[in-house]
């Protein structure tokens, strides 16, 4: 199995600061590398796919990069309703998600 | 608007079953393929089963942990998925989540999802 492993775990930042979440895979998964933003009692909402593109109705300050084995989630400017948790998943082989990013106001 | 709505969920005991089922909207359900993901309490995501179109056979895929207890099907002419689960643990306790699928393993739509309490 492909492993994820997702940093940090819980990221804490103020409104309006830049913010980036790495996502590391066990082996090269090509770019077949997604982005969830999850909210409690939500379901997960795609943001991005093939590492880099972004979602019809998804933010730009909401941005992807990496292909291989390292990934890069970016926020360019933390809004009020990014707080929540991201999941990075992929797809190259069957589906694994990282452990999540918590990101919490400072 | 694409809708997936999930149902069937609820308290059940170790080595029972259950069939929950996702009754889908606003688009061609025997186009895409479907997957079940899950999610245990305060913890993350897992995929757990997923079904190809007619296209492709409607072959199935599992995940190692339910693989031999869970099936996967779909009645395209109700566009409706289902996964049977059986000899369920206490570990099998989760929210299940149907997906449409993009491509193969990428969700693109989720539904609001079904607890599944599996507890004596």
């Known amino acids: 199995d492909i492993q994820m492993t997702q940093s940090p775990s819980t990221l804490s930042a103020p409104v309006g600061d830049r913010v980036t979440i790495t996502c590391r895979a066990s082996?090269?998964?090509?770019?077949?590398l997604a982005w969830y933003q999850q909210k409690p009692g939500k379901a997960p909402k795609l943001l991005i796919y093939?590492?880099?593109s972004l979602e019809s109705g998804v933010p730009s300050r909401f941005s992807g990069s990496g292909s291989g084995t390292e990934f890069t989630l970016t926020i360019s400017s933390l809004q009020p309703d990014d707080f929540a948790t991201y999941y990075c998943?992929?797809?190259?082989?069957?589906?694994?998600f990282g452990q999540g990013t918590k990101v919490e106001i400072k | 608007e694409v809708q997936l709505v999930e149902s069937g969920g609820g308290l059940v005991q170790p080595g029972r079953s259950l069939r929950l089922s996702c009754t889908a909207s606003?688009?061609?359900?025997?186009?895409?393929?479907m997957s079940w993901f899950r999610q245990a309490p305060g913890k993350g995501l897992e995929w757990v089963s997923f079904?190809?179109?007619?296209?492709?056979?409607?072959?199935?895929e599992y995940a190692a942990s339910v693989q031999g207890r869970f099936t996967i099907s779909r009645d395209d002419s109700k566009s409706v998925a289902y996964l049977q689960m059986n000899s369920l643990r206490t570990e099998d306790t989760a929210v299940y989540y149907c997906?449409?699928?993009?491509?193969?393993?990428?969700?693109?739509?989720w539904g609001q999802g079904t607890l599944v309490t599996v507890s004596s």
């Open positions: 606003g688009f061609t359900f025997g186009d895409y393929e």
């Open positions: 997906t449409r699928d993009r491509l193969q393993w990428l969700p693109d739509y």
């Open positions: 079904i190809r179109s007619k296209a492709y056979g409607w072959t199935t």
């Open positions: 082996q090269t998964i090509s770019s077949r």
């Open positions: 093939k590492a880099s």
């Open positions: 998943q992929q797809y190259n082989t069957y589906s694994t």
